[in-house]
């Protein structure tokens, strides 16, 4: 029987401006409030916190979850709309997708490989860089054989950067964007490097086949709460 596809959401939470007038006694309550509600989510799922507060004005916190389809949607996991800690956070962004191996790998192999995991495997880097990606038509008119030729050569960048790992994660007829990638590391420089080689590469390649990738969301950890990871 095949692996069991985890269900991946991307929650980034605003919040609201009155909170910033409180006593700090109110705002360590409302940290610690805000705490619990992460702790209170099942176990056996992955849950984690990241800061966006300084990298996005429109955010301040990513909540990153990943459950299995058969036993649990992660989008309940954390019920803020029905919370006390809801009256004072609103969701700036939320993109839901799913693991699936990709279609372009072949016999390209190697251990713990991006491209063909069922469930999300964090690795821990204190940055993550997050954006839902739309391909245009002239991609999925292209055959078969120069798409997978073009990606397998991603591939190969990709090795030349091995301090980040990329989470990919579907979500074709789920949500609005048809992907939804996240980049872990913890030198942001070297993100930069690889998005810049890739860039130039596609652009060469497709004329640019990607139409659109926004909002790009660059978060940090840790967040002033607890994370736990499946």
């Known amino acids: 029987m095949a692996e069991a596809r985890q269900v991946v959401k991307y929650t980034f939470l605003k919040v609201e401006a009155p909170v910033l007038s409180w006593p700090a006694e109110e705002r360590e309550a409302a940290v610690r409030e805000f705490t619990e509600l992460l ?44 919370h006390p800690a809801g009256a004072y956070l609103r969701v ?3 993109f839901l997708a799913m693991m699936k191996p990709s279609p372009y790998l072949g016999r390209h192999k190697h251990p713990d490989q ?3 995991r069922t469930r999300l495997k964090p690795a821990g880097g204190r940055y993550l860089f997050v954006y ?6 002239i991609w999925y008119r292209l055959p078969y054989e120069r798409r997978k030729a073009m990606m397998v050569e991603h ?29 872990e590391c913890d030198q942001p420089a070297a993100f930069l490097d690889l998005v810049m080689e890739l860039g130039s590469r596609r652009r060469a390649a ?15 950890r840790p967040m002033p ?3 736990r990871s499946a």
Request: aromatic share 8%; net charge positive; with cysteine.
């Open 155 to 183: 591939f190969a960048i990709g090795h030349r950067y091995p301090q980040v790992k990329i989470n990919t994660a579907y979500s074709f007829g789920l949500d609005d964007q048809e992907f939804v990638v996240a980049f």
């Open 39 to 82: 702790e209170a989510g099942p176990t056996g799922e992955t849950l984690l916190a990241y800061s966006t507060v300084g990298l996005r004005g429109d955010c301040d916190v990513l909540i990153w979850q990943a459950a299995d389809n058969r036993r649990r949607h992660p989008a309940g996991g954390i019920a803020v709309a029905g």
């Open 225 to 227: 709460c607890s994370s």
């Open 114 to 116: 991006e491209g063909r």
């Open 132 to 137: 839902p990606m739309v391909k245009k038509r």
């Open 92 to 94: 700036a962004h939320s």
């Open 206 to 220: 497709t004329r640019n086949a990607r139409r659109r990738s926004s909002p790009a969301c660059s978060c940090r």
